[in-house]
T-cell receptor
Framework: DVKVTQSSRYLVKRTGEKVFLECVQD?????MFWYRQDPGLGLRLIYF???????EKGDIPEGYSVSREKKERFSLILESASTNQTSMYLC?????????????FGPGTRLTVL | GQNIDQPTEMTATEGAIVQINCTYQ??????LFWYQQHAGEAPTFLSY??LDGLEEKGRFSSFLSRSKGYSYLLLKELQMKDSASYLC??????????WGAGTKLIIKP
């Protein structure tokens, strides 16, 4: 059974803290993505990666950074958490090689920044 | 700008048929996806359309008209477990997915 796992389902942090969200996939996928999902809005792409050590900015990268040291792991970092980063964070992965390749999602991390 | 529109919420009766519409305006088109997302869970893939026409997959079908910038997801023989949000997403010319806000489908007995 293919799987994308995320390190925490729920997380509460304080303003200014550095926050790490981890994502691991066991499908040997090349592509990995970080989204945030807020009520009334579609999923918004924060960062993505098509290969190890490679990263590209999505639509809303400000306040975030990422790391991909191994193919199966893609980490999202909030350098200094702020209340407007309270959200559901979803990690996804997909195979390279075609636009029709579906993205597989992790269960999400609901982050609250106080 | 890029835009995906779908209704915010729909209600249907168990056993009935419901059609969820999605209209889009994007820079380029490399296919349209439908995902299902139950409350508190991850989105899961339902369908992918890149050519015009209807694709049928069991109780679920998805239709695409590229000239009209329009798609719909058709759910037949509705079951209570179909209560979920349905997300429409278009892959643009940069091979990035542009997501709609989702349609929350409520099934009543």
């Amino acid at each position: 059974d293919v799987k994308v796992t995320q390190s925490s389902r729920y997380l509460v942090k304080r303003t200014g803290e550095k926050v790490f969200l981890e994502c691991v996939q066991d499908m040997d996928h090349e592509n990995m993505f970080w989204y945030r999902q807020d009520p009334g809005l579609g999923l918004r792409l924060i960062y993505f990666s098509y290969d190890v050590k490679m990263k590209e900015k999505g639509d809303i990268p400000e306040g975030y950074s990422v790391s991909r040291e191994k193919k199966e792991r893609f980490s999202l970092i909030l350098e200094s958490a702020s209340t407007n980063q309270t959200s559901m964070y979803l990690c996804a992965s997909s195979l390279a090689g075609g636009p029709g390749n579906e993205q597989f999602f992790g269960p999400g991390t609901r982050l609250t920044v106080l | 700008g890029q835009n995906i529109d779908q209704p915010t919420e729909m209600t249907a009766t168990e056993g009935a048929i419901v059609q969820i519409n999605c209209t889009y305006q994007t820079s380029g088109f490399n296919g349209l996806f439908w995902y299902q997302q139950h409350a508190g869970e991850a989105p899961t893939f339902l369908s992918y359309n890149v050519l015009d026409g209807l694709e049928e997959k069991g109780r679920f079908s998805s239709f695409l008209s590229r000239s009209k910038g329009y798609s719909y997801l058709l759910l037949k023989e509705l079951q209570m477990k179909d209560s979920a949000s349905y997300l429409c997403a278009v892959m643009d010319s940069n091979y990035q997915l542009i997501w709609g806000a989702g349609t929350k489908l409520i099934i009543k007995p």
